[in-house]
């Protein structure tokens, strides 16, 4: 595979997790955001903070620097605490803007370089994969905690429940 082809393709990848999360985030109201069920699972809040944290630290001087920074606390971001909606939706942007930017910006040579993080070498390439793997799974946790707080009132974000067929019937070259 071409390394342009990749690029484009982790491009496609992020931004489609990104849109899914921004959906869902829109749908919910602040104290949604900040809900728990019993035990210890983190809000959607909590999620987002992680994620900011995480996407800072991480695609920050992404080729140059460890992708640990030092000024991350990571512990602090599975604090509850009471942002704003607007403050999580800051956060989330700002964390996706870093992702993508940095991402935009790199060029096929760049993908087998050496990064770094938590002092452990990794081509950029896996790197790359390495959070096209985490972000999903937050993203994912972030789209079923508001399905479920949403209930019935719900939208999908893809082929709604029993629509397949008929997805695919409007939809030429599906299927």
Not at 4 to 16: D, G, H
Not at 20 to 26: Q, R
Not at 62 to 68: K, P, R
Request: proline share 3%.
């Amino acid at each position: 595979m071409s390394g342009n082809l990749y690029l484009e393709s982790i491009r496609q990848r992020f931004r489609s997790y990104k849109d899914l999360g921004t959906k869902t985030l829109d749908r919910l109201t602040a104290a949604q955001l900040h809900w728990q069920p019993s035990g210890e699972p983190n809000s959607i809040a909590m999620i987002v903070k992680h994620l900011h944290g995480n996407m800072l630290s991480r695609w920050t001087d992404f080729l140059t620097t460890d992708g640990e920074k030092e000024g991350r606390n990571r512990d602090q971001e599975f604090e509850e605490d009471n942002l704003s909606q607007e403050e999580i939706l800051q956060r989330w942007n700002e964390g996706w803007n870093c992702l993508l930017n940095t991402i935009d910006n790199l060029q096929p040579e760049d993908l087998e370089k050496t990064v770094y993080i938590r002092g452990e070498a990794h081509s950029a390439m896996d790197a790359i994969n390495r959070q096209l793997a985490h972000v999903p799974y937050h993203v994912g946790q972030i789209v079923y905690i508001g399905k479920a707080l949403l209930g019935s009132g719900w939208e999908s974000l893809s082929i709604p429940k029993g629509q397949s067929a008929e997805y695919f019937r409007k939809t030429p070259g599906k299927k």
